[in-house]
């Protein structure tokens, strides 16, 4: 893959999947109605680089546009979708932040989840009770409002993000407000129907219907506290169902995580499923509990860890708000009280986040790192400052700068690579002092992060974030519509396609399974290789050496490595780990798995009779399993 720029050509170092990736992921439509290819898409983000509130100067944005190129670096995902658009120029910031983050002590909370969520933006929201029982009682007299398509409705829907918005708005309203209606009528007849395309973030409309059915059951939970204020719970639920009114409103992905206390058996209980009656919805979120000491955590956040339900995540918020990287103190972030759906982001209510990432097996030296990392951290710090249509939002955000410089690959890397990061990390800080005091704006209150990566990754093809090789040599498969023009484009670059068997041994001809030959370097560490305490030792290592914000990586354990793992949390919990995820192992025994290890013989053998593709196949809708390690990250 080359570029012209009157300079020397460079060529990308694709993995077998990556440019892949790139193009069903990140390629826009061009003026002349081609998709971009990979120089095109850095030439926009540099040139988009160019024009922030604080832009880089001709010497930064070539070296951004070189390492993009060599795969050194890049700006984060959404980045690489939206810079140099016109919903850029229309939203700010909000069309390029990651993830968002709000606490539920306010009626503006729901309207301001929905408004991110039909941006695409992660949301995470804390729900403990001392922050809902603020909100006010639910009204007696409130009724769910009713759909009434004709002129004569009281609220005419827009066929806009804020359309939608302002319908749950006039419904909260409605429930909680005296001086509003107690109920309404609203028609749908202007929103467009199922199938029509969407300018703009692309994609095809879903039509009226999830909308209505949402309302509806937002409804529901509200009149079951008629009189009552909302519990946790019910909060939980509304903004479950929002989630679930975007999935199915064309944004593929509703990243949410739900943060409680960890003695409300409500709350813990919400996602039992082997209890029965459990509400779907409510796997729109990941739930984690506030455990600000390790002996306070109660026996029965540990239920969920046998299989019949979903663990639970841990938040130290205590730790969060007193510290950076573990043991400085210098850099306190006082009003924290959540984080992003990965949980790699402290924030603060009403704020959002921007990410970069460096491919850490990639960097050859200490100073390369820090020049790639002070190169993404220029184009986010000004990305930062751009307006939002959300003040309270756009306030927070640019009082606080707050970022997260990521690394991944992290588990096959050299030794050396590893020691380089808390030098380049207090080296970024000098650069941030520096930087902030020229150009007459605030400080960065977090600058660097580990995220749980996943589809940037897949373009060099280093392990994702912080978490081990799946194997060593592998068949990593995607699926594609079968007549998709890149199934045919696949076959004659040799590769196994065949379509999707179903359950009962039939074949889903309308969908095709690709097989490509995958692998990692030798430095790579296996997941086989680790046991969950080495996984948290690795976690300690990098909250400790690098991410001022959170380390995001989900442990998986075995049953009977729990006792182990809730020992090893009793020494070390409380003063080293801002936020942990778990996930229980399991042989899946899948067919047509999307991971498949394989021999180097046998991987060797897919190599020699395919043709990597790395140019000239279509676009390929993208699949959202494969955003991050956990699932739970935002499209783009």
Known sequence: MTLDNNKEDIVTPWSSVGWLTYRRTYARTQEDGTLEDWPDTVNRVVDASKNLPVPLNEEDAEYLRDTMLKLKGTVAGRFLWQMGTKTVERLGLASLMNCAFTVVDNLEAFTWTFDNLMLGSGVGYNIQREYV?????????????????????????SDTREGWVK????????????????????????????????????????????????????????????????????????????????VAGNVRRSAQIAIGDADDLQFLRAKNWALGNIPSWRQMSNNSVVCNDINLLPDEIWNGYDGSGEPYGLINLKL?????????????DPLVRGYNPCAEQSLNAWETCCL?????????????????????????????LLPCHQKATEEVVHKNLRMGIG??????????????LSDVYLQLRELDNEYSKQHGINKSIKLTTQKPSGTLSLLPGVTPGCHP???????????IAADHDLAKTCRDHGYDVEYVRNFDGSEDRSTVVVSFPFRHSEHAVLARDMSAVDQLEVVRRLQKEWSDNSVSCTVYYKIEELPEIKEYLKKHWNKNFKTLSFLL????????????????????????????????????????????????????
């Open 407 to 420: 690394v991944t690959g992290y588990m096959e890397c050299t030794e050396e690579q590893k020691s380089w």
């Open 133 to 157: 029982y603020k909100l006010p009682p639910v009204r007696e007299e409130f009724e769910t409002p009713t759909r009434k398509d004709d002129a004569s409705a009281d609220f005419i829907v």
């Open 356 to 384: 970069a990432e460096i491919f850490l097996p990639n960097i050859e030296s200490k100073e390369e790192l820090f020049k790639v990392a002070s190169t993404l951290y220029k184009v986010c710090k000004g990305a930062l």
């Open 585 to 636: 192992h399991s042989d899946h025994g899948f067919d047509q798995a999307p991971l498949e290890e394989i021999t180097k013989e046998e991987y060797d053998a897919l190599v020699a009779r395919t043709t990597p593709i790395t140019s000239g196949a279509a676009s390929l809708d993208f699949d959202p399993s494969l955003d991050c390690t956990t699932g739970a990250c935002p499209i783009r």
């Open 469 to 479: 090789a799946y194997a060593k040599h592998m068949i990593r498969r995607i699926r």
């Open 320 to 332: 969060s708000q007193n510290v950076g990287r573990i043991g400085d103190t210098k850099y306190k």
């Open 167 to 246: 319908l749950l708005d006039y419904t909260i309203r409605a429930a909680f407000k005296p001086e509003d209606k107690h109920t309404f009528t609203y028609s749908t007849q202007l929103i467009r129907g199922k199938g029509a395309p969407i300018k703009g973030f692309g994609g095809v409309a879903s039509g009226p219907e999830d909308l209505v059915w949402g309302i509806e059951q937002i409804g529901n939970v509200i009149e079951q506290r008629r009189g009552k204020q909302l519990r946790p719970i019910d909060c939980l639920d509304i903004l479950n169902i929002i989630g679930k009114i975007v």
